[in-house]
């Protein structure tokens, strides 16, 4: 890691001779000759370590050293000063500089140390809180379930977007996990602890939905018999969740995108005005391009809202991660209804990898939920799934999403090819191409026999057929 420093003094030959001296240690410099240009530079965003003097033209070294602290306290100043001001030098100490020289500056050498163990202690620092968001990104990961090509996009989006204030616009069908998504964005944000707020739009009428979003005044329409606070102003230096954005009514559509414009607005009934600051998150299952072809949506909203996309995909193009939604909403509901579920029946495994889900992972869900509850064994049986996943005949489709490895393919062919087999693997080996000797090492090569019956077909007598 190659540490960038930013030196500021007014003496030209002190400043130039710094500069000289961190440059043939390695590392990158800058500098300012006074304490305006320094704050311009250091707001770069770039600056791993300060060398600052106390008194300089513009902006004295003791505010500079104040807004560092304030901004980014893991950033280290080591503050330079005249023999008069030693008292000022060790009230920057107390304030947060890592140490203090006196100019002239003789021992280069200890001040070479002190800037190698300052930044020592910084990389230490930047490494922790790395692991720390790795650790709760994985954390925030396991409500999102899902190790597909499909799924890792959206969790790299999520890492990527979370951190900032830019507002994100969740899509796909109902049921794939939009406020999973959604949440998942909060916990990463430098706002987790701050309000979170919900709103879903579809449930409320326009009426009801402007004062939901904006608040309103004592005696704004019948009923409003004092002032309320909408989830706007409850979402303060927090996050709001709008879902289902796609169906506000066009005048609400106009307010909400003077709220993104200008962070501000007034209540329903009121004129008083409002000042915000709020994370934005809306989720839609409609394409919003089309519906502002149709003239339903704003197109200036869209591109407020649009400013991070983030496309959550169905569950038919992702079925690789079927077996580990499965096992998860089984481990759940098993211990809710204090059921001891080991697992389910091969022909019930076939049945679900068949199923296209038009619910998505909602409809998965509620569907584990009804065969554990269901369920008079240990395993559930095909009996125990609702009716209209017992009547779905298998489509003879295996879908497999863009950007999957060949390894990753031939899993997925092998996996719904036995299951649409009722697991028999002469009649799968058959379908392949390839002999049962071959299919049973594949199986075992992708962990797949844990997921299968046990053979009834006979010892292996065939021979193995070329592939």
Request: charged share 35%.
């Amino acid at each position: 890691m190659k540490f960038k420093i930013l030196i500021a003094d007014d003496e030209k030959n002190i400043r130039n001779g710094l500069v000289e001296l961190f440059k043939m240690e390695g590392y990158e410099v800058e500098a300012a000759e006074d304490g305006d240009e320094a704050y311009r530079k250091y707001q770069k965003g770039d600056i791993d370590l300060v060398v600052t003097d106390l008194r300089m033209p513009g902006m004295p070294g003791e505010e500079f050293l104040k807004r560092i602290k304030s901004e980014t306290p893991g950033v280290p100043v080591i503050v330079l000063t005249g023999h008069g001001t030693v008292k000022e030098a060790v009230q920057a100490m107390k304030e947060g500089a890592w140490d203090f020289l006196t100019k002239p500056i003789q021992d280069l050498d200890r001040l070479i140390l002190i800037v190698r163990r300052a930044l020592g202690n910084r990389e230490r620092r930047l490494k922790h809180e790395q692991i720390e968001k790795e650790l709760e990104l994985h954390k925030q990961s396991q409500a999102i379930i899902g190790d597909s090509v499909a799924m890792h996009r959206v969790m790299d989006l999520i890492s990527r977007a979370a951190p900032t204030r830019a507002s994100i616009l969740i899509t796909g069908e109902s049921g794939v996990g939009k406020e999973i998504v959604a949440n998942a964005i909060q916990k990463l944000s430098p706002r987790k602890d701050k309000p979170f707020i919900k709103v879903h739009c579809a449930a409320l009428a326009e009426s009801l939905l402007e004062s939901e979003l904006f608040g309103h005044e004592k005696g704004a329409f019948t009923g409003a018999s004092g002032r309320r606070r909408g989830k706007f102003e409850l979402a303060h230096e927090g996050t709001l969740f709008l879902d289902e954005i796609g169906e506000i009514d066009q005048n609400i559509q106009i307010k909400l995108l003077r709220v993104l414009q200008e962070r501000k607005f007034e209540r329903v009934g009121g004129e008083e005005t409002v000042d915000i600051d709020i994370r934005l998150i809306a989720a839609t299952n409609k394409d919003l391009k089309a519906e502002i072809d149709k003239g339903n949506f704003r197109e200036d909203l869209y591109y407020r809202l649009n400013v991070v996309a983030i496309p959550v995909p169905p569950l038919r193009e992702r079925k690789e991660d079927l077996y580990l939604l499965i096992n998860s909403f089984l481990k759940t509901f098993a211990a809710e209804n204090n059921k001891e579920i080991n697992g389910l029946d091969a022909k019930v495994l076939a049945r679900l990898n068949s199923y296209d889900w038009p619910g998505n992972i909602r409809e998965l869900r509620n569907c584990m939920e009804s065969a554990v509850v269901m369920a008079k064994g240990r395993h559930i049986c095909e009996d125990d799934l609702p009716p209209n996943i017992q009547s779905e005949t298998e489509n003879g489709w295996i879908r497999i999403p863009m950007g999957t490895t060949l390894e990753k393919a031939e899993e997925l062919i092998i996996r719904d090819t036995l299951s649409a087999q009722k697991y028999n693997k002469t009649e799968t080996a058959k379908i392949l191409g390839i002999g049962r000797k071959t299919l049973h090492r594949k199986l075992d090569e992708y962990d797949v026999l844990k997921d299968t019956p046990p053979d009834e077909e006979g010892p292996e007598s065939e021979a193995d057929t070329p592939e």
